[in-house]
C-alpha cells in the first residue's frame, strides 16, 4: 500500500509503502481510484510545516504556554524531546477519496465487496474507513463528481445551521472550493447569493454559479454593497468559508447582517469579535463542525452506531447521501472545479501546483488499478539486516506503534542494540515509519507474526489497555518473554487467567509490566537510604495528574479501565517496592460525588506495618510538579518532586540529588529485562509481585466503584 504523508517539521510531501491496513469489524476496505487534494486545508498544512519553529509557534500560541508549563514541570530536554516528536510524526493528507470495497468488516451491513464508495479516506491507494464515514456513490455520478463530496458536506452542514428559507440573502465569504459548493447548494434552496473574495478568476467563477460578486481587494466596505442589494435591510446570514487568521470576516459579517441575522463559520477566521456588532442585532454566531453530527464522536465514527434517524435527521453520513443525490440531479456543477489532474505517483508535481497558484481549485489524483488481490499484503520487509545472535539473544517482536512506544520504548530498544525484529500495529503506515527509523527488519498488521515465528522470542506489548491480557496469554502460550506496558489486565478473570497460564507453563519465561519507576536513579537512592530502617515508615504519593476529558478513551472501562487501573498502578507498584512486604490493607476515598476516579485517596497498609497514601489527583494546576513522593521514618524525611529534585532531611551523609533531566527509569529498566533474557537471570520484578500489584489495583478500583 502506498500512502501520501507530510513530514510537519519541515513541510515536505512524500510516500510511504507500508502494508495494507486490517479490517475491523466496523469498517470497510477501499481500494482508491481518484481522491481530491483540498486546495485550502492542505495548502495550510504544508505551509504550517515549511515554517519555522518560531513560526510555528506564533500561529499555536495555546501550545506555547503549553509547552513553557511543562518546561517548568519536566524540565527542558524532556520537553524539547516531547515537542520533537510530536513535530516527526508524519501527518496523513487527505480526506476526499473514491473507491471500491474490497473487504467489509463482520459488522457492517449497506455495504458489500465492488460497492462504489465515497469516504473520508486519505490519499492512499487503499484506505480503511469506518461504515459511518461511506456512502455509495449512485450509478450516474462519476467517480470525479464524487470525489468532491466529503467537500460539499461540510458545506452543506453550515446551510443547514443557518436554516436558509426560499428567497433569503446569504453572503458566502471565501470562494474557494467550499465556498463555490455553497453557492450553488443555497442557490439550489432559492436563496440570492452575494460573494466575497480577493480573487477575481474565483469570483468570476461564483457569477458563473448565479451569485452577485464583491472583490475585496478593492479596498471598499462590502457593507454598502450589500445594503444595496437588500434595500437596506441587510443579509438574512454569512456563511464564512474562508481560511485567514484575520477577524475581518467575522466582523464585516457582522455589519451586514440584518437584525436577528445568522453567521456561520464554516472555515478559520480571528475571532476577535465586537461585542456590540452583535449584541445590537441580536446576531447569532456559531461554528459550524465538519461533516455534521458524528464527527470526532467515538461511539460514531469508531464503534459504528449510528443516531436514530428521527432524532438526528442529518448525520455525517446523511450528509454525504444528500450531496450525492444532488450530484445525481445534476443540481452540482463539478467539472468547473476541477482546475489540474495527476497521477497518483505525480504528486510532488500536485503539491507543487498547490503551493505555487493561489487560484488552484480542485487536484484530481489518479490511482492505477491494480487487481486487489495482487496488493492485499498483510506485512512487507523493511530490513534485510536481520541477523540471529546466541539463541539466548532477545529478538523484539512489539505490538503497538502509538506515542509511548514510539518516544520511550523503541528508542531504549534499540540504544540496547536488541535485535529488532518484528513490528505490529493497526496503524500501518506509522508502525512502517517508525519500524523503518529503527531498524526493524518486518513490519505487519497481524499480530500472529510474532506469535507464530520461531526466531522472535520477545513480545513487547504496548496497545490500548484492553487488549492487554488477551495478548500477554498469546504470547505466553507461544512460549515467549513477555514485556507488557501497564495495566497487566482490566478484570479478575483476565488476571487470573494470566496467572493460570504462566503457572502452567513447561518452560520458564519472563513476564514483567511497564513498572520503570522503580528503577529510577532517585527512587534507587530512596530505596537505599530505607535499608537500614527497619521501623515502619510512612508514604504520601501526591500525583497532579492533570484533567483528561471522560470521552478520553482510558476513562472508558472497557477500553482503557479508568485512571486508577490504568495508571495509579504504577504508584501501588512504586510503593509496594519500597516497602518492600506485602500489601494487607486497602483503603480507598473520592473526592465528591461527580468528579469520577480521578481524584482519589488510596491507602495501603502493608504487612511490616508500614502504610502508603496515593493522592491521584486531576483537579490541581499544571505548574505544580506531577509526581511528588515524601516518605517519613525514624525522624527523617525524604521528598521527590517529579523525578528531578530529591531532598534529604535528618539524614547525616545525604541532603540532595538532583538532575539535569527526568529520568523515570525506562533506559535502566529495558537494560535490565534485556540481560536477564540473556543471561538466564532471576526476573527484575518478581512474578509474585507482578500478580500481587495488579490484584491490588483491581481491588482499589472495585472499592471505589462500590463508594461511586
Same mark, same amino acid.
Given at each position: 500500500?502506498?500512502?501520501?504523508?507530510?513530514?510537519?517539521?519541515?513541510?515536505?510531501?512524500?510516500?510511504?509503502?507500508?502494508?495494507?491496513?486490517?479490517?475491523?469489524?466496523?469498517?470497510? *476496505?477501499?481500494?482508491?481510484?481518484?481522491?481530491?487534494?483540498?486546495?485550502?486545508?492542505?495548502?495550510?498544512?504544508?505551509?504550517?510545516?515549511?515554517?519555522?519553529?518560531?513560526?510555528?509557534?506564533?500561529?499555536?500560541?495555546?501550545?506555547?504556554?503549553?509547552?513553557?508549563?511543562?518546561?517548568?514541570?519536566?524540565?527542558?530536554?524532556?520537553?524539547?524531546?516531547?515537542?520533537?516528536?510530536? *513535530? /516527526?510524526?508524519?501527518?496523513?493528507?487527505? %480526506?476526499?477519496?473514491?473507491?471500491?470495497?474490497? $473487504?467489509?468488516?463482520?459488522?457492517?451491513?449497506?455495504?458489500?465487496?465492488?460497492?462504489?464508495?465515497?469516504?473520508? !479516506?486519505?490519499?492512499?491507494?487503499?484506505?480503511?474507513?469506518?461504515?459511518?464515514?461511506?456512502?455509495?456513490?449512485?450509478?450516474?455520478?462519476?467517480?470525479?463528481?464524487?470525489?468532491?463530496?466529503?467537500?460539499?458536506?461540510?458545506?452543506?452542514?453550515?446551510?443547514?445551521?443557518?436554516?436558509?428559507?426560499?428567497?433569503?440573502?446569504?453572503?458566502?465569504?471565501?470562494?474557494?472550493?467550499?465556498?463555490?459548493? @455553497?453557492?450553488?447548494?443555497?442557490?439550489?434552496?432559492?436563496? #440570492?447569493?452575494?460573494?466575497?473574495?480577493?480573487?477575481?478568476?474565483?469570483?468570476?467563477?461564483?457569477?458563473?454559479?448565479?451569485?452577485?460578486?464583491?472583490?475585496?481587494?478593492? !479596498?471598499?466596505?462590502?457593507?454598502?454593497?450589500?445594503?444595496?442589494?437588500?434595500?437596506?435591510?441587510?443579509?438574512?446570514?454569512?456563511?464564512?468559508?474562508?481560511?485567514?487568521?484575520?477577524?475581518?470576516?467575522?466582523?464585516? &459579517?457582522? #455589519?451586514?447582517?440584518?437584525?436577528?441575522?445568522?453567521? +456561520?463559520?464554516?472555515? @478559520?477566521?480571528?475571532?476577535?469579535?465586537?461585542?456590540?456588532?452583535?449584541?445590537?442585532?441580536?446576531?447569532?454566531?456559531?461554528?459550524?463542525?465538519?461533516?455534521?453530527?458524528?464527527?470526532?464522536?467515538?461511539?460514531?465514527?469508531?464503534?459504528?452506531?449510528?443516531?436514530?434517524?428521527?432524532?438526528?435527521?442529518?448525520?455525517?453520513?446523511?450528509?454525504?447521501?444528500?450531496?450525492?443525490?444532488?450530484?445525481?440531479?445534476?443540481?452540482?456543477?463539478?467539472?468547473?472545479?476541477?482546475?489540474?489532474?495527476?497521477?497518483?505517483?505525480?504528486?510532488?508535481?500536485?503539491?507543487?501546483?498547490? +503551493?505555487?497558484? &493561489?487560484?488552484?481549485?480542485?487536484?484530481?489524483?489518479?490511482?492505477?488499478?491494480?487487481?486487489?488481490?495482487?496488493?492485499?499484503?498483510?506485512?512487507?520487509?523493511?530490513?534485510?539486516?536481520?541477523?540471529?545472535?546466541?539463541?539466548?539473544?532477545?529478538?523484539?517482536?512489539?505490538?503497538?506503534?502509538?506515542?509511548?512506544?514510539?518516544?520511550?520504548?523503541?528508542?531504549?530498544?534499540?540504544?540496547?542494540?536488541?535485535?529488532?525484529?518484528?513490528? @505490529?500495529?493497526?496503524?500501518?503506515?506509522? &508502525?512502517?515509519?517508525?519500524?523503518?527509523?529503527?531498524?526493524?527488519?518486518?513490519?505487519?498488521?497481524?499480530?500472529?507474526?510474532?506469535?507464530?515465528?520461531?526466531?522472535?522470542?520477545?513480545? @513487547?506489548?504496548?496497545?490500548?489497555? /484492553?487488549?492487554?491480557?488477551?495478548?500477554?496469554?498469546? &504470547?505466553?502460550?507461544?512460549?515467549?518473554?513477555?514485556?507488557?506496558?501497564?495495566?497487566?489486565?482490566?478484570?479478575?478473570?483476565?488476571?487470573?487467567?494470566?496467572?493460570?497460564?504462566?503457572?502452567?507453563?513447561?518452560?520458564?519465561?519472563?513476564?514483567?509490566?511497564?513498572?520503570?519507576?522503580?528503577?529510577?536513579?532517585?527512587?534507587?537512592? +530512596?530505596? =537505599?537510604?530505607?535499608?537500614?530502617?527497619?521501623?515502619?515508615? =510512612?508514604?504520601?504519593?501526591?500525583?497532579?495528574?492533570? %484533567?483528561?476529558?471522560?470521552?478520553?478513551?482510558?476513562?472508558?472501562?472497557?477500553?482503557?479501565?479508568?485512571?486508577?487501573?490504568? $495508571?495509579?498502578?504504577?504508584?501501588?507498584?512504586?510503593?509496594?517496592?519500597?516497602?518492600?512486604?506485602?500489601?494487607?490493607?486497602? #483503603?480507598?476515598?473520592?473526592?465528591?460525588?461527580?468528579?469520577?476516579? /480521578?481524584?482519589?485517596?488510596?491507602?495501603?497498609?502493608?504487612?511490616?506495618? =508500614?502504610? !502508603?497514601?496515593?493522592?491521584? *489527583?486531576?483537579? !490541581?494546576?499544571?505548574?505544580?510538579?506531577?509526581?511528588?513522593? $515524601?516518605?517519613?521514618?525514624?525522624?527523617?524525611?525524604?521528598?521527590?518532586?517529579?523525578?528531578?529534585?530529591?531532598?534529604?532531611?535528618?539524614?547525616?551523609?545525604?541532603?540532595?540529588?538532583?538532575?539535569?533531566?527526568? /529520568?523515570?527509569?525506562?533506559?535502566?529498566?529495558?537494560?535490565?529485562?534485556?540481560?536477564? +533474557?540473556?543471561?538466564?537471570?532471576?526476573?527484575?520484578?518478581?512474578?509474585?509481585?507482578?500478580?500481587?500489584?495488579?490484584?491490588?489495583?483491581?481491588?482499589?478500583?472495585?472499592?471505589?466503584?462500590?463508594?461511586?
Amino acid at each position: 500500500m502506498k500512502q501520501i504523508l507530510q513530514d510537519l517539521s519541515n513541510g515536505k510531501t512524500f510516500i510511504i509503502e507500508s502494508p495494507i491496513p486490517k479490517v475491523s469489524k466496523n469498517s470497510l *476496505l477501499i481500494q482508491t481510484s481518484k481522491s481530491l487534494i483540498s486546495a485550502g486545508t492542505e495548502r495550510m498544512l504544508v505551509e504550517f510545516g515549511k515554517a519555522s519553529y518560531l513560526q510555528k509557534a506564533k500561529k499555536q500560541p495555546e501550545k506555547v504556554r503549553m509547552v513553557l508549563d511543562k518546561i517548568k514541570t519536566d524540565g527542558l530536554k524532556t520537553t524539547f524531546d516531547a515537542v520533537k516528536a510530536k *513535530l /516527526d510524526q508524519p501527518l496523513p493528507l487527505g %480526506y476526499c477519496n473514491v473507491g471500491v470495497v474490497v $473487504e467489509v468488516g463482520e459488522q457492517v451491513e449497506g455495504f458489500k465487496v465492488g460497492d462504489r464508495v465515497v469516504s473520508n !479516506g486519505p490519499h492512499a491507494d487503499f484506505v480503511k474507513v469506518s461504515k459511518n464515514l461511506c456512502a455509495k456513490i449512485p450509478e450516474n455520478v462519476d467517480s470525479e463528481q464524487a470525489v468532491f463530496t466529503v467537500l460539499a458536506s461540510i458545506g452543506l452542514q453550515g446551510i443547514r445551521l443557518a436554516q436558509p428559507t426560499l428567497g433569503e440573502t446569504f453572503v458566502v465569504t471565501g470562494v474557494g472550493l467550499i465556498g463555490l459548493l @455553497v453557492i450553488q447548494l443555497l442557490k439550489a434552496q432559492g436563496c #440570492q447569493v452575494l460573494a466575497l473574495d480577493y480573487d477575481e478568476k474565483k469570483l468570476h467563477l461564483a457569477s458563473q454559479f448565479g451569485a452577485q460578486t464583491f472583490n475585496l481587494a478593492s !479596498g471598499e466596505n462590502p457593507y454598502h454593497y450589500s445594503q444595496l442589494l437588500t434595500n437596506n435591510r441587510g443579509v438574512d446570514g454569512v456563511i464564512i468559508c474562508a481560511s485567514t487568521q484575520s477577524s475581518d470576516p467575522v466582523t464585516q &459579517a457582522a #455589519q451586514m447582517c440584518r437584525q436577528r441575522g445568522r453567521v +456561520i463559520l464554516v472555515g @478559520v477566521s480571528g475571532l476577535n469579535l465586537n461585542r456590540a456588532d452583535f449584541y445590537e442585532k441580536e446576531i447569532s454566531f456559531q461554528v459550524s463542525c465538519s461533516y455534521g453530527p458524528g464527527r470526532y464522536a467515538e461511539e460514531y465514527e469508531q464503534k459504528g452506531l449510528d443516531y436514530p434517524f428521527g432524532l438526528v435527521r442529518w448525520t455525517e453520513q446523511r450528509n454525504f447521501e444528500a450531496v450525492l443525490d444532488l450530484m445525481s440531479q445534476n443540481v452540482l456543477n463539478i467539472e468547473q472545479l476541477i482546475s489540474h489532474r495527476y497521477l497518483f505517483d505525480e504528486l510532488l508535481c500536485a503539491y507543487d501546483a498547490l +503551493i505555487d497558484d &493561489a487560484s488552484v481549485l480542485g487536484i484530481i489524483l489518479d490511482y492505477p488499478q491494480a487487481a486487489p488481490s495482487s496488493s492485499l499484503q498483510n506485512s512487507m520487509t523493511l530490513h534485510e539486516t536481520f541477523t540471529s545472535y546466541e539463541p539466548n539473544a532477545p529478538k523484539i517482536g512489539l505490538i503497538g506503534s502509538g506515542n509511548y512506544a514510539s518516544r520511550m520504548l523503541i528508542p531504549e530498544f534499540k540504544i540496547q542494540k536488541t535485535n529488532l525484529h518484528t513490528i @505490529v500495529s493497526s496503524n500501518v503506515v506509522a &508502525a512502517s515509519i517508525i519500524g523503518r527509523r529503527a531498524g526493524f527488519s518486518k513490519v505487519s498488521n497481524d499480530v500472529h507474526e510474532i506469535f507464530n515465528d520461531e526466531v522472535c522470542n520477545t513480545v @513487547v506489548i504496548a496497545t490500548r489497555h /484492553d487488549s492487554h491480557a488477551e495478548l500477554t496469554m498469546k &504470547a505466553l502460550k507461544a512460549g515467549k518473554h513477555v514485556f507488557v506496558e501497564k495495566p497487566l489486565a482490566l478484570t479478575f478473570n483476565e488476571l487470573n487467567d494470566i496467572e493460570k497460564t504462566y503457572r502452567e507453563l513447561k518452560k520458564p519465561v519472563h513476564l514483567v509490566v511497564g513498572y520503570n519507576r522503580r528503577f529510577s536513579p532517585h527512587i534507587q537512592k +530512596i530505596k =537505599s537510604l530505607l535499608q537500614p530502617i527497619a521501623s515502619p515508615k =510512612s508514604f504520601i504519593f501526591t500525583i497532579n495528574a492533570g %484533567y483528561i476529558p471522560n470521552d478520553h478513551w482510558t476513562q472508558d472501562l472497557l477500553k482503557g479501565g479508568g485512571r486508577i487501573i490504568g $495508571e495509579a498502578c504504577h504508584f501501588i507498584d512504586l510503593i509496594r517496592y519500597l516497602v518492600g512486604h506485602p500489601v494487607t490493607k486497602i #483503603q480507598t476515598q473520592a473526592l465528591g460525588k461527580n468528579l469520577g476516579h /480521578d481524584n482519589v485517596s488510596i491507602t495501603l497498609g502493608f504487612e511490616d506495618g =508500614s502504610f !502508603g497514601t496515593i493522592l491521584y *489527583l486531576s483537579n !490541581g494546576a499544571k505548574n505544580f510538579p506531577k509526581e511528588r513522593i $515524601e516518605v517519613f521514618a525514624e525522624g527523617r524525611i525524604l521528598k521527590l518532586d517529579n523525578f528531578l529534585k530529591l531532598s534529604g532531611f535528618g539524614f547525616k551523609n545525604f541532603k540532595k540529588m538532583n538532575l539535569w533531566n527526568q /529520568d523515570k527509569g525506562q533506559s535502566a529498566f529495558i537494560k535490565y529485562f534485556l540481560e536477564s +533474557i540473556r543471561e538466564g537471570k532471576e526476573s527484575i520484578i518478581p512474578i509474585g509481585e507482578i500478580f500481587e500489584v495488579a490484584r491490588v489495583t483491581l481491588d482499589v478500583a472495585a472499592l471505589l466503584k462500590v463508594k461511586s
